[in-house]
């Protein structure tokens, strides 16, 4: 059984800090993995993808995966109120393209 | 640019009365399709997935089943809803060979 574990927090972060967003996975076949952010009451919405070990920067967000140690992370700079929001790590299941969910960190940045 | 639907948005039903809901995608052909519930501060668990027209494969057995009539419609479905079957159902489509899964806006489900 694919097993993805996030701390669940809540995380809470000075607006302007940097908040860091760890998640770490049992299979090491591993060869993607995702960051969805998903706004109280609201879906998930996928916000960074990475396949590689090494950073992957977009905007204010950088993914950064280190397959020796089995985790992934996300870290985002500058943080906003508008970044409060629970952050699920999601890693492939299996066969037919599914994904194994962590259930999420919860993020709040104070203002 | 592809979009997914759900609907409808809120819903609430008795126990044991039947339930119907319904998910569209737009814009690409030969969607793999997930059905999704995530329960009030849980995380997401997968119901069902769809490689094609007729195809399901279920997830975890309970009193829900689910049904692709056309190529981007998935419908989920029970004949007697639970107490238990509350929650948040998400619906997510991804390309045919892509781990990427983008999801609808989710229908509210309130069984009384």
């Known amino acids: 059984q694919k097993e993805v574990e996030q701390n669940s927090g809540p995380l809470s972060v000075p607006e302007g800090a940097i908040a860091s967003l760890n998640c770490t996975y049992s299979d090491r076949g591993s060869q993607s993995f995702f960051w969805y952010r998903q706004y109280s009451g609201k879906s998930p919405e996928l916000i960074m993808f990475?396949?590689?070990?090494g950073d992957k920067e977009d905007g204010r967000f950088t993914a950064q995966l280190n397959k020796a140690s089995q985790y992934v992370s996300l870290l985002i700079r500058d943080s906003q109120p508008s970044d409060s929001a629970t952050y699920l790590c999601a890693v492939p299941g299996g066969s037919n393209y599914k994904l194994t969910f962590g259930k999420g960190t919860l993020l709040t940045v104070n203002p | 640019s592809q979009t997914i639907h759900q609907w409808p948005a809120t819903l609430v039903q008795p126990v044991g009365s039947p339930l119907s809901l319904e998910c569209t995608v737009e814009?690409?052909?030969?969607?793999?399709l997930y059905w999704y519930r995530q329960a009030a501060g849980r995380g997401l668990q997968l119901l069902f997935y769809s490689v094609g027209i007729g195809q399901i494969s279920s997830e975890v057995p309970q009193n829900l089943s689910a049904s692709r009539p056309q190529d981007r419609q998935f419908i989920l479905s029970s004949k007697k809803l639970l107490l238990s079957d509350s929650g948040f159902y998400l619906c997510?489509?991804?390309?045919?060979?892509?781990?990427?899964?983008?999801f609808g806006p989710g229908t509210r489900l309130t069984v009384t």
């Open positions: 990475i396949y590689s070990n």
């Open positions: 814009g690409t052909s030969n969607p793999n």
């Open positions: 997510a489509w991804s390309r045919v060979a892509g781990y990427e899964q983008y």
